[in-house]
């Protein structure tokens, strides 16, 4: 059974989360007998669990999306037996976009050039 208090229903959502993180600290303590420890093997502990932690967050949010994109054209493979499109079309579309978008950008700073010669030619 969890560690249950009466709370007060007018706390903030951090205040709610700082509470919350207290109680898995006051859980991990009891659990794994930190409290048992020195402060300076409190100290090695906790750096350890922060870096863990931390390496876990930083790999989730750079390759959780591609491996995301990946499953999602297998599994489109496995349905329909032919290539997915989902991925190689995110891809191909965003190289085509850019392409695409420095085609057009070079050929209407090139039009805008030529009118601005002529303009200036007409003038002088």
């Known amino acids: 059974m969890e560690y249950l208090t ?3 229903e007018n706390l903030s959502a951090l205040q709610r989360f700082g ?3 207290r109680l898995k600290q006051y859980q991990i303590e009891v659990t794994f007998g930190v409290y048992m420890f020195t402060p300076t093997e409190k100290f090695i502990f906790w750096s350890v669990v922060f870096l863990l ?3 876990v967050m930083i790999a989730t949010i750079l390759y959780l999306p591609q491996h995301v994109l990946f499953i999602i054209s297998r599994a489109w493979f496995y349905v329909n037996g032919g290539d997915s499109g989902v991925a190689s079309n995110l891809v191909a579309g965003n190289k085509d976009a850019l392409s695409l978008a420095a085609s057009s950008m070079t050929t209407t700073m090139a039009a805008a050039a030529t009118e601005t010669a002529e303009f200036m030619s007409r003038e002088l």
Request: proline share 11%; net charge positive; glycine share 0%.
């Open 6 to 8: 009466k709370q007060p």
């Open 19 to 21: 509470r919350w993180l």
């Open 53 to 55: 932690c931390s390496l």
